[in-house]
């Protein structure tokens, strides 16, 4: 069995983008549009890394984070913040300092290279 990576976001659109960078490398991915379900299928899924948006509307990918890491069954799971965020700093109540106070393993913006994507979900499996 390969290596499981959940990707949590809203927009349909960039959950496929995402999915189709990480199949290209072999990934099995596990797709969840909102943090509730984002929760759930990490719950029954236990994989092995999280990337995970921060701006949903049913459940912000901040909360989503701190409840992973809670959770003694998924603390150890590896998770990447991929966020709008920065682009949107004057429009949402999210900022930049939320983010860096979670205690999500790696934080990117988007919009990521795929390249950049990759890299650094490499560097976090190999911690593990």
Known sequence: MGVK???VDDDPDMV???SLILKSKRY???AAYGGIEGLEKAKAEKPD????????PDKDGYTVCKELKADPALCDIP???????????S?????HRMGMETE??????????????VKRIETLL???
């Open 28 to 30: 099995d991915v596990i």
């Open 49 to 56: 890394l999280i990337v995970l948006d921060v701006m949903m």
């Open 5 to 7: 990576i959940l990707v």
């Open 79 to 89: 998770v990447l913040l991929l966020t709008a965020v920065v682009s949107h700093i």
């Open 126 to 128: 190999s911690r593990q």
């Open 16 to 18: 496929e983008a995402t």
């Open 91 to 95: 429009t949402t109540r999210y900022s």
């Open 104 to 117: 999500a393993d790696d934080y990117i913006d988007k919009p990521v290279e795929p390249e950049e994507l």
